[in-house]
């Protein structure tokens, strides 16, 4: 049975994409072992499903758009540059929500708990809204220099933008990275 590695996200807009973009910039040359995430690959993750087998696909964009259907559209703004799991040992860096947090959380509440139904195990970590920007290779922690700017950068002006839409990722690895393709896109109620 043919699989696809599948994940349910929002895209960045123009606005964060760019301030994204400029943060990475800023933060590349403190450190060489951070792989940072393709500029076309910026995302608000509401749930990683991983490998789905084909026949299943269609179930979960109906269900992603029920749960949109029924939740307005909201502004939604980047507000801090952080890591996890801490600052002073980041493995992943990240862009974290600041107005529409609360609105993201909850249209990932009801995605998640409609995928359980479909089968798929909820996160046992509390959702933390973020966009992720980079990952630390591993056995490393990025260096003091990084640490000390991401300390910094904890009141962040990172952009605003419309959430109107979820989509359905499909990704394919390769060693250049990850490669991702929309397989389903929901309105949110009133959205596009």
Same mark, same amino acid.
């Given at each position: 049975?043919?699989?696809? !590695? /599948? ?11 760019? @301030?994204? &973009?400029?943060?990475?910039? =800023?933060? %590349? ?61 980041? !493995? /992943? ?11 993201? @959380?909850? &249209?990932?509440?009801?995605? =998640?708990? %409609? ?78």
């Amino acid at each position: 049975m043919s699989t696809t !590695r /599948t994940f349910i996200a929002i895209p960045a807009n123009d606005e964060l994409y760019a @301030r994204a &973009l400029a943060t990475i910039d =800023e933060l %590349r040359p403190l450190t060489d072992n951070v792989r940072w995430v393709a500029p076309d690959n910026l995302h608000w993750t509401l749930q990683f499903l991983g490998e789905v087998e084909d026949v299943t696909l269609y179930e979960i964009c109906r269900d992603v758009a029920r749960v949109c259907d029924s939740t307005e559209p909201f502004e939604l703004s980047g507000l801090v540059v952080s890591a996890f799991p801490n600052i002073e040992k980041p !493995r /992943t860096i990240w862009l974290g929500a600041g107005e529409g947090g609360a609105e993201l @959380r909850q &249209l990932q509440d009801g995605i =998640e708990d %409609r995928m359980a139904k479909l089968g798929f195990r909820p996160e046992r970590r509390k959702y933390t809204p973020h966009l992720t920007i980079g990952r630390v290779h591993q056995g490393s922690h990025g260096g003091a220099a990084l640490s000390g700017r991401l300390a910094e950068l904890t009141d962040f002006d990172g952009g605003m933008m419309e959430v109107d839409e979820v989509i359905v990722y499909g990704s394919e690895l390769s060693r250049d990275g990850p490669t991702y393709h929309v397989i389903g896109r929901a309105p949110l109620a009133g959205g596009s």
